[in-house]
Every structure is written in structure tokens, then in C-alpha cells.
């Protein structure tokens, strides 16, 4: 089998490994795992408890509310990987760094990923210092775990591999790639509910419709992204 036979692989570590694959066995990444062009290979950690309550929580040292994720049973976890397994692991949780598309563009080039969900509280901090587990976040709002974020970041980096769009071309241009936001789309009927198609998409010419796009993209962007404006503006000068 050669290198490019083989299919990029992720690794979830979770409590319900039953989420997979989820919304990632529709639509081009569904028919891409079909393919075998990727693999997900959910690892449960409450296999790996070893108490008889198959306990994987406890609660925090110094107080509070909700539960830990043990150290020793997460790295039990972590450890039955297969030294074949030695991708980049990163721990999904609101306290990450927050993850963008030129993260996404790194990560979708990793030989594999190692995901870690995490459910309640969270997890016990001596078992991602210990391991050098990097934190990323899909954004600042509290999901109840980070299956979903892992969805989100598997998603937006399968769509990037090769073989799994239809077009190269279809996401070159898209927002973020050149930070704008994406120019307005139109498509038939031209005329819907008495409003019409911008007149310079119809009119056949190639360079006008690319100037037009260009500037209806700035606007956008300014108008609703003043943050990634500025970058773009920045990048310009
Ligand atoms: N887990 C809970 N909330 C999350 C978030 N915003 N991003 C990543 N993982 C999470």
C-alpha cells in the first residue's frame, strides 16, 4: 500500500463515542469516508476506567461545581494509541485558542489528529501540561461538550485535503482565504419576487463581474467584520 492509500485518520477520545460520525457521514465528507480517503476511529474513554463503576470524573480539588476527567484514565486513553498514531492531539474546549481558517490550513496538512472531548468541568490540567496537549476553541460560547467542536474542526479540514471538494476552485475563493467575506450569489430566476439580478453578473463580462465581486466582498467585509477589515487593510498597506 502506498502512502497516498492510506487514509487520514482521527483519533476522538470521548465519553460518547457514539456522536461519530454524526453530520461527518453526509455530503462530500461522508461520501469521501465512503471512499476511504479518511477514517474516524472513536476511542471511548470510560473503557478505560478501572474502577468498578467504570468512574472517569471525580470532583475538584478545592470546590465547586461539576466534575474532572481523571489524569490517569484520560492518559490511559491517550497511551493505547499506536506509536503509528503519533499525530498532532489537541483537547477541544472554550478555553482554547480560538481556531481560524490558516489554523485549519495547518492542521489539515498533519499526517493524522488526535482529538480530545471533553464533558463536564473539565479535564485534570496535569494530564494536558504532562502531555503538551494544545487547547483550541471553535468559539467564545459554551458548548455542553467538544464532540461538536470536533465535528466542526474535522469538517473544515477534510473539505481541504485533496480529493474531497469537487472543484479546487470552489473554496480558493471563498471567504477568509484572502480575508473577505464572501461576495453576494445569485442564480436563476433573475427575477424573484420583483428583485432583480444585479445587472453586471448577466452581462457577460468577465473582468467587470471580478471587480464588482471585489468590491462588493470589501463592503461586506467592512460593513460586517470591522476586526478582519482592518487585518486586510493591514495586509494591503
Ligand atoms: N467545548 C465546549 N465549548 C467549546 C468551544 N467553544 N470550543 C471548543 N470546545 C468546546
Known amino acids: 500500500m502506498t502512502t497516498s492509500n492510506i487514509p487520514w485518520t482521527i483519533n476522538i477520545l470521548t465519553l460518547f463515542p ?24 472513536p476511542i471511548n474513554i470510560r473503557d478505560f476506567a478501572t474502577d468498578a463503576h467504570k468512574s472517569v470524573d471525580d470532583t475538584p480539588f478545592g470546590g465547586g461545581a461539576g466534575m474532572v476527567l481523571k ?6 486513553a491517550y497511551q493505547s494509541l499506536g506509536p503509528d498514531q503519533v499525530f498532532p492531539t489537541y483537547y477541544l474546549s472554550p478555553r482554547g485558542k ?7 490550513q495547518k492542521l489539515s496538512t498533519a499526517p493524522g489528529l488526535n482529538l480530545l472531548c471533553g464533558r463536564y468541568e473539565g ?14 476553541s471553535i ?22 485535503r485533496p480529493g474531497i471538494l469537487g472543484k479546487e476552485a470552489s473554496f480558493q475563493d471563498e471567504s477568509f ?15 424573484w419576487e420583483g428583485e432583480v439580478v444585479p445587472e453586471v453578473l448577466v452581462s457577460g463580462h468577465h473582468a467587470r463581474i471580478c471587480q464588482w465581486r ?24
Open 214 to 237: 471585489q468590491e462588493m466582498a470589501e463592503k461586506m467585509t467592512e460593513m460586517r467584520r470591522p476586526d478582519l477589515w482592518m487585518l486586510y487593510k493591514k495586509k494591503e498597506d
Open 123 to 136: 479535564v485534570d490540567e496535569r494530564f494536558l501540561q504532562k502531555r503538551g496537549i494544545e487547547e483550541l
Open 177 to 191: 482565504c484572502k480575508g473577505l467575506l464572501e461576495y453576494p450569489h445569485y442564480t436563476r430566476p433573475q427575477v
Open 18 to 41: 457514539e456522536m461519530f460520525p454524526g453530520a461527518l457521514n453526509y455530503s462530500l465528507v461522508g461520501k469521501a469516508m465512503a471512499k476511504n480517503l479518511w477514517q474516524l476511529n
Open 71 to 76: 489524569a490517569d484514565v484520560l492518559d490511559a
Open 98 to 104: 480560538p481556531l481560524t481558517q490558516e489554523t485549519v
Open 139 to 160: 468559539g467564545d460560547y459554551i458548548l455542553s461538550g467538544g464532540e461538536l467542536a470536533a465535528m466542526v474542526l474535522i469538517d473544515a479540514c477534510l473539505r481541504l
